[in-house]
């Protein structure tokens, strides 16, 4: 009876109990346990130890990570109440966005191109090396883009837009303020780009025809939008049947000045949140993750999110 009364105190907390409806799918390191909950890593690794500690979980070591699942039990005591817990698992307020982020996890899993890129991401500034550096790096792949009808969504005073533009056929750049969009125009007629088109207009109405673009971008300004699910369709609207949708903005975050430094209307946006609106206008092949942290405070990280019009 102790045993029992041990094992229902642990199956009782609601942490717990998401942790293991996750490893119910398949096994997980804590960071990918970290990225899916949005919880911190000792939270994490004090509830797993005692998950293992009782005899729920399993776990191995690859390399420097740590992988958890659950533990293949026998018939007993402890397996009907494992079994019945995890059927009530759905009540969890979580229990939606922790199964979006999960599917999102694995499936980058088999995309090693992705971890690679991470690799030496992580490695670039480690060493010097004279004329080695991003804006190098970023003059190079920007050859690399086919000449292609972009729209750049809240573009500001269109810097973006102008790099684009280097080897685009065309580019819209859209904003609301009709000083950055003189500001732009201006810029661009002074350094002689000329297939770079501002128009002063909002996110969820850009005014730009349908499907008539190739790519639209929105870099940090989906979190600017009253609606940013209206904005997303209307970015679906104007693109041409295969057109790519790209979006740039910032994980949820707790920094509330930002609505006084920035003008900022959303904290930034959970991974579930976004791909549930791209979803809904239509979009599909849809790619969500993180792709840099900040280490000064308030430690903003940027996430990456592609889509495709199908």
């Known amino acids: 009876m102790p045993d029992i009364v041990a094992s229902l105190r642990v199956l009782a907390d609601a942490t717990r109990l998401r942790l293991m409806a996750l490893l119910a799918h398949d096994e997980l390191s804590v960071n990918e346990l970290q990225e899916i909950t949005h919880m911190g890593q000792s939270r994490i690794s004090t509830h797993l130890g005692l998950l293992q500690k ?24 402890d397996k009907s109440l494992m079994e019945i817990a995890l059927k009530g ?22 995309d090693q191109a992705k971890v690679y890129f991470n690799q030496v991401a992580g490695r670039f500034d ?3 090396g004279p004329g080695r550096s991003w804006q190098a790096f970023g003059q190079l792949l920007l050859r690399l883009i086919p000449k292609l009808d972009i729209a750049d969504l809240g573009s500001g005073e269109g810097l973006l837009s102008e ?17 950055m969009v003189d500001f732009g125009a201006r810029k661009a007629k002074e350094n002689g780009v000329r297939n770079l088109d501002f128009r002063q ?16 971008i929105l870099s940090q300004a989906l979190h600017h939008a009253e609606d940013p699910s ?3 369709k209307s970015a ?18 707790d920094f509330d000045e930002a609505k006084a430094l920035y003008g900022d ?20 092949q849809i790619e969500i993750e993180v792709v840099a942290k900040e280490e000064e405070p308030p430690h903003f990280q940027t996430l990456l999110a592609t889509a495709q019009k199908g």
């Open 54 to 77: 009782h005899g729920f979980l399993t776990s191995r070591r690859e390399g420097k990570r740590v992988f958890y699942a659950l533990l293949d039990l026998k018939d007993g005591a």
């Open 89 to 110: 698992v759905n009540e969890l307020e979580d229990f939606e966005s922790d199964a979006i982020n999960l599917k999102r996890i694995l499936e980058r899993r088999e």
């Open 126 to 128: 480690r060493s010097y």
């Open 163 to 179: 790099l684009l533009a280097m080897n685009s056929k065309s580019v819209i750049a859209v904003d609301n303020s009709q000083s």
């Open 201 to 216: 207009g909002d996110l969820m109405q850009p005014p730009i025809d349908d499907q008539s673009v190739d790519v639209v």
């Open 230 to 232: 209206v904005a997303l």
């Open 236 to 253: 679906f609207r104007i693109l041409r049947p295969g057109g790519k949708l790209l979006v740039l903005d910032l994980l949820n975050h």
């Open 265 to 284: 209307v959303w904290m930034g946006f959970e991974e579930s949140l976004l791909q549930k609106w791209m979803e809904k206008a239509g979009f599909s």
